[in-house]
T-cell receptor, first 111, second 114 residues
Framework: SQQGEEDPQALSIQEGENATMNCSYK?????LQWYRQNSGRGLVHLIL?????REKHSGRLRVTLDTSKKSSSLLITASRAADTASYFC???????????FGTGTSLTVIP | KAGVTQTPRYLIKTRGQQVTLSCSPI?????VSWYQQTPGQGLQFLFE???????NKGNFPGRFSGRQFSNSRSEMNVSTLELGDSALYLC?????????????FGPGTRLTVL
């Protein structure tokens, strides 16, 4: 079964608003990563957060990790139409060899 | 550095045929992973190769196989194609640096089985 699940499945916001999506996972992890996928294309690595970190920033992205709740959130501030994509979280499930991807959140930013 | 490349980008096959997909990782990366992405199942791990050896394998039938060459390029083969094999096949080049493990994905091969 998949390790992670994103919530919500779909999100529609106006340009300039903030977008928050959540990821829950099942087992202990070494790190959690967020990826973006534009329609029908490859995944682009956005940000990685290690299990001993609680928050990380990269440009307009802010990621939090709560290992006690086995959850992470991705915040995109001041969204743009170009942010329209699907966002996935991926964990290594502490195995070191295999990544598990969540089901994805489809974000639509309306100009 | 050039990114991960996959060929072909699009492929149409009929049931019963076989197909071979190719992936060239980022220069210096020795690990290549393959994923199948479908609307219903999401991203599912197929297998990972490291230094020409299969290091990990997902839960797919034996019709799905792969290999890796000495230059780290990898191929994935699907025999006796079924309609359900229609999917986006993604290859990821993987690096482990400074204690972090990151994958970089190619653009994918869109396989349609008729």
């Amino acid at each position: 079964s998949q390790q992670g699940e994103e919530d919500p499945q779909a999100l529609s916001i106006q340009e300039g608003e903030n977008a928050t999506m959540n990821c829950s996972y099942k087992t202990s992890i070494n790190n959690l990563q967020w990826y973006r996928q534009n329609s029908g294309r490859g995944l682009v690595h956005l940000i990685l957060i290690r299990s001993n970190e609680r928050e990380k920033h990269s440009g307009r992205l802010r990621v939090t990790l709560d290992t006690s709740k086995k959850s992470s959130s991705l915040l995109i501030t001041a969204s743009r139409a170009a942010d329209t994509a699907s966002y996935f979280c991926a964990t290594d499930a502490n195995t070191g060899n295999q990544f598990y991807f969540g089901t994805g959140t489809s974000l639509t930013v309306i100009p | 550095k050039a990114g991960v490349t996959q060929t072909p980008r699009y492929l149409i096959k009929t049931r019963g045929q076989q197909v071979t997909l190719s992936c060239s990782p980022i220069s210096g990366h020795r690990s290549v992973s393959w994923y199948q992405q479908t609307p219903g199942q999401g991203l599912q791990f197929l297998f990972e190769y490291f230094s020409e050896t299969q290091r990990n394998k997902g839960n797919f039938p034996g019709r799905f196989s792969g290999r890796q060459f000495s230059n780290s390029r990898s191929e994935m083969n699907v025999s006796t194609l079924e309609l359900g094999d229609s999917a986006l096949y993604l290859c990821a080049s993987r690096t482990f640096r400074g204690g972090t493990d990151t994958q970089y994905f190619g653009p994918g091969t869109r396989l349609t089985v008729l």
